[in-house]
T-cell receptor, first 117, second 114 residues
Framework: EAQVTQNPRYLITVTGKKLTVTCSQNMNHEYMSWYRQDPGLGLRQIYY???????DKGDVPEGYKVSRKEKRNFPLILESPSPNQTSLYFC????????????????FGSGTRLTVV | AQTVTQSQPEMSVQEAETVTLSCTYDTSESDYYLFWYKQPPSRQMILVIRQEAYKQQNATENRFSVNFQKAAKSFSLKISDSQLGDAAMYFCAYRGLNTDKLIFGTGTRLQVFP
């Protein structure tokens, strides 16, 4: 089954304790992206990657790191989490460039609810 | 820069009735894609319907249809014969033909009453 797998689904951590949220896709997609979802703000892009070893900042990158050493994996790293990073996080992937007009959609992971206390 | 606006934070509908969720967007591009995603309590982002800007015909998927007004930059979602399972957060999203980024609105929470 084609999917994006995120782990963990829930995470409670303390301020300053480094954490990693993993993301893996099995569709051979070049493009991967991280979003955070906050009430009243919708989904905002944190970081994205066009391919292996190619990453770039999205709209809200402060406090986050990413890496893309393999095509299938795109982990999100919070080196020193703070309470304002409490949010719902989504990983998504897509073909890039799209090979046809049917391929413009994203496939999303099931989300990670992060609470930083 | 492109923006997507959903002006209705919450909507409600009675079961079996019809409801329309509004979405407007701003872009200078001529070719793009528009999407409606559903997010039920499970948090999964589920693609409901997609519209390609070059197509004049409005997209339809079973009980879900859109009213795409390109000149007005409007992309509303109509849900017919609403069901309890339609209760969710709905997000409108935009993606340009030559851009990688999916831009989201702030969402509309839909409640369905029996």
């Amino acid at each position: 089954e084609a999917q994006v797998t995120q782990n963990p689904r829930y995470l409670i951590t303390v301020t300053g304790k480094k954490l990693t949220v993993t993301c893996s896709q099995n569709m051979n997609h070049e493009y991967m992206s991280w979003y955070r979802q906050d009430p009243g703000l919708g989904l905002r892009q944190i970081y994205y990657s066009m391919n292996v070893e190619v990453t770039d900042k999205g709209d809200v990158p402060e406090g986050y790191k990413v890496s893309r050493k393999e095509k299938r994996n795109f982990p999100l790293i919070l080196e020193s989490p703070s309470p304002n990073q409490t949010s719902l996080y989504f990983c998504a992937s897509s073909l890039w460039p799209p090979s046809g007009r049917a391929n413009y959609g994203y496939t999303f992971g099931s989300g990670t609810r992060l609470t930083v206390v | 820069a492109q923006t997507v606006t959903q002006s209705q934070p919450e909507m409600s509908v009675q079961e079996a009735e019809t409801v329309t969720l509004s979405c407007t967007y701003d872009t200078s591009e001529s070719d793009y894609y528009l999407f409606w995603y559903k997010q039920p309590p499970s948090r999964q982002m589920i693609l409901v319907i997609r519209q390609e800007a070059y197509k004049q015909q409005n997209a339809t998927e079973n009980r879900f249809s859109v009213n795409f007004q390109k000149a007005a930059k409007s992309f509303s979602l109509k849900i017919s014969d609403s069901q309890l399972g339609d209760a969710a957060m709905y997000f409108c999203a935009y993606r340009g033909l030559n851009t990688d980024k999916l831009i989201f609105g702030t969402g509309t929470r839909l409640q369905v009453f029996p």
